[in-house]
């Protein structure tokens, strides 16, 4: 158990990082002087350890979560000066981004269970009152379903510009669950319920005109990405109002900045899922292929996705080397 005398110790080295931090402004480290920037690498080093310490005790846990904070923001100081590069992107996407998620997961799968409820909702919904269905569905979709046709057989005539304008709407709706975070959460959690709720209402719909095969055979294949990374995506606005409304120990703005930092990093990472998604959903997903190839293709996109945000590719890299 750590000792108050060491605490004591400690808090004034703390309290002077996280004031050259707050100096630094917007201005960053060319607001610190040359004793000050040693100053700053030497307490910054100084705190990791001291961190490493105090997760050792589970009774220091407060202590834990503020120097977490602190050392972040110190991290963002002494490295935002150094300009990108693609070995930099390449860490980003096979270090960072992995870690980041498994770190901010709990939002993550939040943000998938507020969607399976919203979806669950427009089944009960849809199987009580079938007329719930046209008021979401619109007259022309029912129409569609009713013929029994799938609405997505356009995008074979002209695949390229579907494939464009698939990956713009994918990413715009990813952004903005992201940008709704700002609204305490409120705009997110309100986005993934109205599209579960379309997705349940739709299922139900497809399901009565004996076309749910059809459906699923079509989102299976590029949905194994798209779907978790628009979850991801509203995974970073949820981290965006828990540094809203759960500052702790630091003051709301920059919990609000760090948390800002944590869940662009983590919407950055949707892009490349979400331009693939969209290659597939243009170019695979409404092609007439045999229905046991698209559901094998999304098992293979999943699990191929599960292992890198897990971390698991890059162990078995390292036990190969």
């Known amino acids: 158990m750590i000792s108050t005398r060491w605490l004591a110790k400690r808090k004034p080295n703390w309290q002077r990082l996280e004031q050259l931090v707050d100096r630094s402004g917007r ?54 000066g150094r300009s990108p590069n693609w070995s930099g992107i390449l860490t980003f996407y096979v270090e960072t981004y992995p870690r980041i998620f498994r770190e901010t997961f709990p939002l993550v799968l939040l943000s998938a ?49 579907a494939a464009s304008g698939i990956m713009t709407n994918n990413i715009t709706v990813g952004f903005a669950m992201f940008a709704a975070g700002i609204t305490a959460g409120l705009g997110t959690l309100w986005m993934l319920i109205t599209n579960g709720l379309l997705m349940g209402v739709l299922a139900v719909a497809t399901a009565r005109a004996g076309m749910a095969l059809q459906l699923w055979s079509f989102v299976a294949g590029h949905g194994a990405l798209e779907l978790p990374a628009i979850f991801i995506a509203a995974g970073g606005g949820l981290e965006i109002a828990r540094g809203l409304l759960f500052p702790g120990m630091m003051p709301r703005k920059d919990s609000l900045q760090l948390a800002g930092n944590r869940a662009t990093k983590l919407l950055l990472g949707t892009i490349p899922l979400l331009v693939v998604a969209g290659v597939i959903e243009a170019f695979i997903s409404p092609v007439k292929i045999a229905t046991p190839l698209k559901f094998l293709l999304s098992a293979a996109l999943f699990t191929a996705l599960v292992l890198y945000l897990s971390g698991s590719m890059r162990t078995l890299a390292a036990r190969e080397d």
């Open 27 to 80: 201005r960053g480290v060319a607001a610190l002087g040359h004793d000050e920037l040693q100053e700053l690498g030497l307490l910054y080093r100084q705190t990791a350890s001291d961190l490493a310490t105090v997760r050792e005790d589970i009774t220091s846990r407060p202590f834990t979560s503020y120097l977490n904070q602190l050392l972040s923001r110190a991290h963002n100081l002494i490295y935002m």
């Open 113 to 161: 269970l507020v969607f399976i409820a919203g979806g669950l909702a427009g089944v009960v919904v849809t199987l009580r009152d079938p007329g719930f269905a046209h008021q979401i569905l619109g007259p022309q979709m029912i129409e569609t379903i009713e013929k029994r046709q799938m609405w997505t057989e356009s995008i074979l005539a002209v695949k390229p510009m």
